[in-house]
């Protein structure tokens, strides 16, 4: 069946991605939203808008009945659940199926298998993906986990079995540590996931994250290449780039084709992504998760690749074959991605909501800001403070960080603090330069290089 008519079930700039995909492919857009979002750009953009609750995400975004209901009452053909809210949630993927519209996404079975990061865990080694060393499955007694961990050796994470966003993994450096944790780790994923399943992970130190995109359609499945990712704060991305800049050619085709692999073993279907740890030192890469949806910073892959995801996996949710053959996918160039959030990079990231007084856009060649502000918006307080997403792209790494620079400067949001500094920072920092950076990098690197170019900046300024 073709989607003529696409409820978005979501919010925020992804809303408005999401929107704008639609458009190109003459597909009807019906946005739902909460009372606090009334006003946001997707409700403007879209057709037709719904009030589906009041601002708490649980009373509106998370509540499966009032998203069905406004798809029912618009007369949709499909919803796309973009990121985060509802997108990895299998009992809403089926309950979609189950009113006879499409879930722009992989099947409720894939979303459950895949979404356990044990069982998916389970499936990467089926594939031939090799997988951080660890538990089998999951740990349910302190007892078992002991021998597990005499086994593997500390510094050892343990993760919630239903982990996302970063949350949910703490990591142990002694037995007393770990005694301590295990306890408090399963209370607190039962009570933020619904599922107090942990499992247990070896500490990969000093290592890269790098994820494959992949585009399934039940029978074929393609990559298209890497994204590195390992500029993180608190396990949570804040600047992106593709290609993985240091990777060695023999590493990357390896950690595609394993990508692919693990697709075909679950005849994947959709946009999903394959993350694992790159460890420079052995060269090996271990298998660490996948997101069986779009992701936030899918743009990079878009601009050295060509390719429209979100266009993508709404086709082939509407029933037609992937559009691009493995051969035809082609890196040109490199580009970055800067998470712009309304957070106050000289606050210790305090996040502060407020009204956009100002907002002036960098434009030209490479440059693509995918956001959900407007002059005159006030940016609520209820939910992440994602406000947007500055892309640059550009034939080399070396002109792609200029680039990006230029359009940090061009790039005024007045009204409400931004993590725009932050970018500035980093985009001019000697060993960012050089990619010289792994999963725990920008945490000291905050400590110790960051005050000082903040006070340069703000002196230059
Ligand atoms: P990506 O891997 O696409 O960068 P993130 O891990 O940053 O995605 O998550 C994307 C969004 O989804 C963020 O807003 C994050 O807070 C949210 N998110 C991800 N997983 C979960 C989860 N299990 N529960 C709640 N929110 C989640
Ligand atoms: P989430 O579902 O929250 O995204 P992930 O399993 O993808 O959780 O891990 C999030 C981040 O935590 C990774 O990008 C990486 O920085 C870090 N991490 C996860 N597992 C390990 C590990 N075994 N060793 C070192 N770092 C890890
Ligand atoms: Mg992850």
Redesign the pocket.
Known sequence: MTIRSLLIANRGEIAVRIIRAAKALGIRTVQVHSAADSDMLAVKLADEAIDIGPPSAAKSYLKIEAVIAAAKQSGVDAIHPG???LS?NAAFAQAVEDAGMIFVGPKPEAISLLGDKVEARKVAKRAGVPTVPGSDGRVDSVEIAREIVGKIGFPVMIKAA??????GIRIAETMEDFERHFPQASAEALAA?GDGGLYIEKVITRARHVEVQILGDGENAVHCFERE?SLQRRR??VWEEAPSHLLPENVRAALCASAVALAREVNYRGAG?VEYLYDEVSGEFYFIEV?TRI???HPVTEMITGIDLVAEMIRIAGGEKLSVRQEDIKVHGHAIECRINAEDPSKGFLPGPGTVEKLVVPEGEGIRFDTMLYEGYTVPPFY?S?LGKLIVWAETREACLERLQNALRGLKIKGLPTTVPLHLALAGDPLVAKADFHTRFLESWLETDFPAALAALEEAA
């Open positions: 990121y985060g809210f990895e239903a982990g996302g966003g970063g949350r996931f990712c949570q991305k992504t997101n992701q936030v910073e992440d994602l």
